[in-house]
Nanobody
Framework: QVRLVESGGGLVQPGGSLRLSCAVS????????MAWYRQAQQQRDMVAIIDSGLSTTYSDSVKGRFTISRDNGKNTVYLQMNSLKPEDTAVYYC?????????WGQGTQVTVSS
């Protein structure tokens, strides 16, 4: 059974930093593209993607502030978030696509507020 578990969210002041983690179990990890999404209202938007070759893609809204990385030995993908803004407030989800199916974690809340 594929399972994704996010952690690391919380309350942070504007300009602060957080690092999110997503631990994956139940499937080989290194061969799959991993992604972070966030949902503040009804739409879930892509934040960052990292593929098996470590190529990365970022949304324009986080480029230069967020960094996605992965540790294949720990089956974990990370999202380092710096210079956080109130508009980064959202529930953050990680996603794995395997054989055409998307697997999601339960999400972790990030709140940026003074």
């Amino acid at each position: 059974q594929v399972r994704l578990v996010e952690s690391g969210g919380g309350l942070v002041q504007p300009g602060g930093s957080l690092r999110l983690s997503c631990a994956v179990s139940g499937t080989p990890f290194s061969i799959y593209t991993m992604a972070w999404y966030r949902q503040a209202q009804q739409q879930r938007d892509m934040v960052a993607i990292i593929d098996s070759g470590l190529s990365t893609t970022y949304s324009d809204s986080v480029k230069g502030r967020f960094t996605i990385s992965r540790d294949n030995g720990k089956n974990t993908v990370y999202l380092q978030m710096n210079s956080l803004k109130p508009e980064d407030t959202a529930v953050y989800y990680c996603k794995l696509n395997r054989f055409g199916l998307d697997y999601w974690g339960q999400g972790t809340q990030v709140t940026v507020s003074s």
